[in-house]
């Protein structure tokens, strides 16, 4: 049966949290805040907090200076995937992608459509791998990343998952679905 198996060993993952928002600031960014909160409280490491601009060269540096980093196992960011005219997150980083997630967009808007019906339509999250680093984006409200993280994140990350968590993906913990 699918779920979290308390009798298994939790792996803290390290996952960088990147706000894309030509508004936000540390004290205005409640998306950021409210991710960096959630996985800190499910136990994982906080391994970097950066806020960027909606531009597709300030997208792509900090998500490449990551990516590279070996402290960094995940990559979440928020903002920027509607379809207004500075919303430019998907076009930033999917070209970086060697492999497309479509499972998490259609979770992410599953768990949507059951908090903001048909206006989850107006979201482009999406989610892939650029190398072995792991990275998921959501929309820029705390409603979205409150159901990304709450209703499909915290689980997918979690070692303990069931059948076999995403966390088996790390490069640092593959042996956990051996």
Not at 35 to 47: K, N, Q, S, V, Y
Request: charged share 25%; aromatic share 8%; glycine share 8%.
């Amino acid at each position: 049966m699918a779920g979290i198996d308390e009798k298994l060993t939790f792996y803290p993952l390290r996952i960088a949290v990147l706000t894309i928002s030509d508004t936000r600031d540390e004290r205005s960014d409640k998306s950021g805040a409210l991710l960096a909160e959630r996985l800190m409280t499910a136990g994982h490491e906080l391994a970097a907090k950066v806020i960027v601009k909606d531009e597709v060269d300030a997208i792509r540096k900090h998500i490449r200076l990551w990516v590279e980093d070996e402290s960094v196992d995940v990559i979440i960011s928020t903002g920027g995937t509607g379809f207004a005219p500075r919303d430019v997150t998907p076009e930033a980083v999917q070209p970086l992608f060697r492999r497309e997630m479509d499972g998490f967009s259609v979770l992410f808007h599953q768990a949507s459509f059951g908090t903001v019906g048909f206006s989850t339509l107006q979201s482009r999250a999406f989610a892939g791998q650029i190398e072995d680093t792991f990275a998921f984006c959501l929309p820029g409200s705390t409603g979205a990343c409150r159901d990304g993280w709450d209703l499909v994140l915290s689980n997918e990350l979690d070692s303990r998952y069931r059948p076999c968590s995403l966390a088996g993906q790390i490069p640092r913990l593959r042996h956990l679905c051996a």
